[in-house]
């Protein structure tokens, strides 16, 4: 087993405490999350506040010891791989929250807050994150920042970007940038904060942030609508975008294929609600009384069903119902259940172009190999799709794989889609990146590394490939 040098790991010990440094044996007791190479480094450190960071890096810089930063591990790329002769940076003791500011609408929060400490923490206050993920109970305020998560309410109050007023970070001289601004409206010089926004740890360790909040609504209500078409899915959005009373919270399509698994696997099913629609679409609406929102989902499926006499509908009346509702839509883990490490694609897609999309896309998967039938659900509000193969990671042949990526990317860019909508770069999706950006991108990307991470301290071999 690698070990990092004795004089490196008790300089570390000695900065954040013996308990706080894990190496060896010590790491095997540490949750992984979602891949075992998380913690391929072995050694973890664990710092409780921006001057231990800072002391970390620099120690780190000294001994020319890499740095891999680690949030909840939910990161779905490989951001968080690290390998012997790196170290692992915790912020899971970076925990606190320092303030609710209801006035404000603002939360003040170290990074290493879960999505759902800060979610029931505001809403003693009567407000929301404006943001959430079915990975709430493990992602963090700074590793959603890191990724620019998205989510499903992105098509109302935005990606983490838009959800971040200030930021502190450790730099990779281990220098403290700190710009805790709370207010929206902020034009003094270059917005930096949105450099280490998405930059998934390359650029410098995320400390503390200023969240903007939401009010929450008193009530919600959910509906599951059955759907023939995508574009009928598209116009079932336009509705509850424009409804009348209350406003839309989610639009999650889940396709026949997702679906199936899923609602056969929870033995869901509803009285006239046929189990074939080529697509679902999960829609909650927001607001001040539940059963005028539930009544509203009612207008909203009778003004669909009158132009789409196929479509069916079936509305939650009870917390239950709406949570059985979410589960169809949020129990991804049964894909990967049934096909370990199932390629997987994140794209977005403009609205007008997502059927056209997909027709083509899933045609070109099948025309590589007959038996494709992937797995197909996403924020349809945001065009944001999730394609998993319906095949194990081993399964795919090395010479396929470039042809699958072509057949999912190929033309996405002439669509004004992105080929990363929400997951980010990581290792997984770095020779995509180089493959699919405009090399301009690519040049200023690699000056920024070199003038932030010149020793490239920081996840090295992340987001840009290692080296020249
Ligand atoms: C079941 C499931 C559902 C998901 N659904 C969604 C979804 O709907 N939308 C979505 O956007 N994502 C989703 N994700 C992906 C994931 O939850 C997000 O990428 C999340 O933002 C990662 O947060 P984390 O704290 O787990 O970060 P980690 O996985 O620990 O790290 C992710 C990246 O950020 C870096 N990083 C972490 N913390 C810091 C920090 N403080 N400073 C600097 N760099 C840091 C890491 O080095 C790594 O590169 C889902 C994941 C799962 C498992």
């Known amino acids: 087993m690698h070990r990092l040098p004795p004089a490196f790991t008790a300089e570390l010990r000695n900065i954040v405490g013996d308990g706080n440094f894990r190496e060896g044996e010590a790491v095997a007791s540490i949750d992984y999350g979602v891949t075992p190479e998380n913690l391929g480094a072995g050694a973890v450190v664990l710092p409780a506040t921006t001057g231990e960071v800072a002391a970390v890096v620099k120690c780190c810089l000294a001994h020319g010891v890499p740095i891999v930063t680690h949030g909840g591990r939910t990161g779905l790329v490989g951001g968080g791989m690290s390998k012997p002769g790196e170290v692992v940076l915790s912020t899971a003791r ?24 800060l979610q ?10 404006g943001i959430d993920l079915p990975s709430r109970g493990s992602a963090t305020i700074g590793g959603m ?12 109050f935005g990606v983490m970007r838009h959800r971040i007023l200030g930021m502190e970070a450790v730099l990779a001289d281990g220098s403290i940038y700190s710009d805790l601004t709370r207010v929206v409206k902020n034009a003094a010089g270059y917005d930096l904060k949105h450099l280490f926004i998405g930059a998934e740890g390359t650029l410098g360790v995320i400390t503390r942030l200023a969240v903007k909040l939401e009010p929450q609504p008193l009530a919600t209500a959910t509906a599951l609508f059955g759907l023939a078409s995508v574009d009928a899915a598209l116009e079932t959005v336009r509705r509850g975008l424009d409804a009348e009373y209350g406003h839309l919270r989610a639009a999650e399509a889940i396709w ?80 990967y259940r049934n096909h370990p490490g199932a390629p997987s694609y994140d794209v977005s897609v403009p609205l007008s172009q997502v059927a056209s999309y997909l027709e083509r ?61 929400e997951h980010g770069i990581g290792l997984k999706r770095v020779s995509s990146l180089s493959r699919l950006s405009d090399p301009s991108k690519l040049v200023l990307m690699r000056r920024i590394k070199e003038l932030l991470d010149a020793p490239a301290l920081l996840n090295p071999g992340k987001v840009l490939r290692a080296g020249p």
């Open 94 to 117: 970076l925990n606190r929250i320092h303030h609710i500011l209801p006035v404000e609408r603002v939360a003040v929060v170290e990074a290493g807050v879960t999505l759902q400490a």
């Open 120 to 129: 029931v923490a505001a809403a003693q206050h009567r407000l929301e994150t």
């Open 145 to 156: 920042a890191s990724t620019n998560a998205g989510g499903i309410s992105a098509f109302r």
């Open 256 to 335: 026949s294929r997702y679906f199936h698994l899923t609602s056969r696997h929870h033995r869901w099913s509803a009285t006239d609600f046929a189990a074939d629609h080529p697509v679902n679409l999960l829609m909650t609406l927001g607001g001040a009384e539940e059963s005028a929102l539930q009544s509203e989902l009612g207008r909203i499926y009778e003004a669909v069903a009158a132009v789409h006499p196929d479509a069916s509908a079936v509305i939650a009346f009870s917390g239950a119902q709406e949570a059985d509702l979410w589960r169809l839509r949020e129990d991804t883990d049964l894909i």
């Open 361 to 421: 896309c899933l045609a070109d998967l099948k025309a590589i190999d007959g038996t494709l039938d992937p797995y197909v659900f996403g924020h349809l509000a945001d065009g944001n799709l999730h394609i998993v193969l319906n095949k194990a990671g081993t399964d795919i042949p090395l010479e396929k794989a470039s042809a699958l990526d072509q057949a999912v990317y190929g033309t996405l860019s002439e669509t004004g889609g992105s080929f990363s909508a």
